[in-house]
C-alpha cells in the first residue's frame, strides 16, 4: 500500500496540493482524475519523489519515504515501475534493448538469464517479432506495450502510469487498459494511473480520486461513481449530454441487477 497523509505542495504563491490523504490499495487500479492543474500530475511525482512535498508523508508498506535521503530511497525506487504519457523510449535502442535497459542497470543476473526475462514481458505484453525493431518503426499502441514491459521488467510492486491512452485510438485504448488491469491483478501491484479518458474511468476504476484545485473533491469506485452526488464531480465526468445518458442507463442496469439478485437469494433462501 502506498499512504499519503496531509501532503502539501506550493509553487512559490501558488499552492498545488492542500492537504491531501489517499491510499492507494494494491491489486487495483487506483485512478487520479481531474482537470488541468488540479494537482494530479503533482501528486504523482510527489509519490515518485520527483517532487518534494513541502511538508505530510508518503509511506511504501508502512515506510516513512519522504523522511528517506537518496541511498535510503533507492531500494524502493527500484521496486516501482513507470510507464510515461509518451513511453518515452530510447530511440537508438531496439525494442529488446528497451527493455533491458533496467535489468542492466540494476540486475546481476547473466545476460541469458535477462533475455530470459526481457521475452517473458515481451510475451506478456502479447508482442511478437519485435525485438530488433526500433521505436520509429512500430504503432502508438506497441510503444505503449513496450513500455508497459519495460514498466515490469524487474517485478515491481508498485506501478505508476501517466495517461496510458494518450495519443491511442479507442480501440487500442481498451487493449492497453485491459492489459494494465490484469497485470495489476496478476502481480497484486499497487497500481496508480493519472487519467483524463473517460473509459478507463469506467471501466477500470476500482478506486478512483476526483482531485479538483488542489484537493481531494471525491474518492470511490467505478460503481460509486454512477450515484455520487457531488456537483463538481458530475460536472466533470458527465459534462456532456451524451454521458449524462450513459450514467442513467448505467443506473438503470445496475438497479435492475441489484434486484434481480435480491429477488434470487430470496428464492434460494426461501428453497433452503
Same mark, same amino acid.
Given at each position: 500500500? $502506498?499512504?499519503?497523509? %496531509? ?8 499552492? +498545488? ?46 515506510? @516513512? ?33 528497451? +527493455?533491458?535497459?533496467?535489468? @542492466? ?12 526475462? =526481457? ?6 505484453? %502479447? ?33 505508476? =502510469? ?21 497485470? !495489476? ?5 499497487? !497500481? =496508480?494511473? %493519472? ?30 461513481? +454512477? ?9 466533470? $465526468? ?7 445518458? +450513459?450514467?442513467?442507463?448505467?443506473? !438503470? ?20
Amino acid at each position: 500500500m $502506498i499512504e499519503v497523509i %496531509n501532503i502539501r505542495k506550493s509553487f512559490g504563491d501558488k499552492t +498545488i496540493l492542500q492537504d491531501v490523504s489517499v491510499n492507494m490499495e494494491p491489486g487495483k487500479t487506483n485512478l487520479i482524475i481531474g482537470a488541468s492543474g488540479s494537482g494530479k500530475t503533482v501528486l504523482m511525482k510527489c509519490m515518485v519523489g520527483l517532487i518534494e512535498v513541502d511538508s505530510g508523508k508518503i509511506k511504501y508498506d508502512g515506510q @516513512d519515504f519522504t523522511a528517506m535521503d537518496d541511498k535510503e530511497k533507492k531500494p524502493i525506487r527500484q521496486e516501482i515501475g513507470m510507464l510515461f504519457q509518451g513511453s518515452a523510449l530510447f530511440d537508438s535502442m531496439t525494442v529488446e534493448q528497451n +527493455i533491458m535497459f533496467p535489468l @542492466d542497470m540494476f540486475s546481476k543476473e547473466k545476460y541469458k538469464v535477462r533475455m530470459k526475462r =526481457v521475452q517473458e514481458c515481451l510475451d506478456r505484453v %502479447n508482442l511478437k517479432d519485435a525485438n530488433k525493431k526500433f521505436p520509429a518503426e512500430i504503432s502508438g499502441g506497441m510503444k505503449k506495450r513496450v513500455g508497459i514491459a519495460r514498466a515490469i521488467v524487474l517485478n515491481p510492486k508498485y506501478l505508476f =502510469v501517466d495517461e496510458p491512452n494518450s495519443g491511442l485510438d479507442p480501440q487500442t485504448s481498451l487493449v492497453i487498459d485491459k492489459l494494465i488491469k490484469d497485470i !495489476t491483478v496478476e502481480y497484486n501491484i499497487t !497500481t =496508480v494511473v %493519472n487519467t483524463h479518458d473517460m473509459n478507463t474511468v469506467m471501466e477500470s476504476g476500482d478506486h478512483i480520486i476526483y482531485m479538483h484545485q488542489g484537493l481531494k473533491q471525491w474518492e470511490g469506485s467505478n460503481e460509486d461513481i +454512477i450515484f455520487a452526488d457531488d456537483q463538481k464531480l458530475n460536472d466533470f $465526468i458527465f459534462a456532456s449530454e451524451f454521458f449524462q445518458d +450513459i450514467k442513467e442507463m448505467r443506473k !438503470t442496469e445496475m438497479f435492475r441487477d441489484k434486484g434481480w439478485r435480491t429477488k434470487k437469494d430470496g428464492e434460494n433462501s426461501s428453497r433452503t
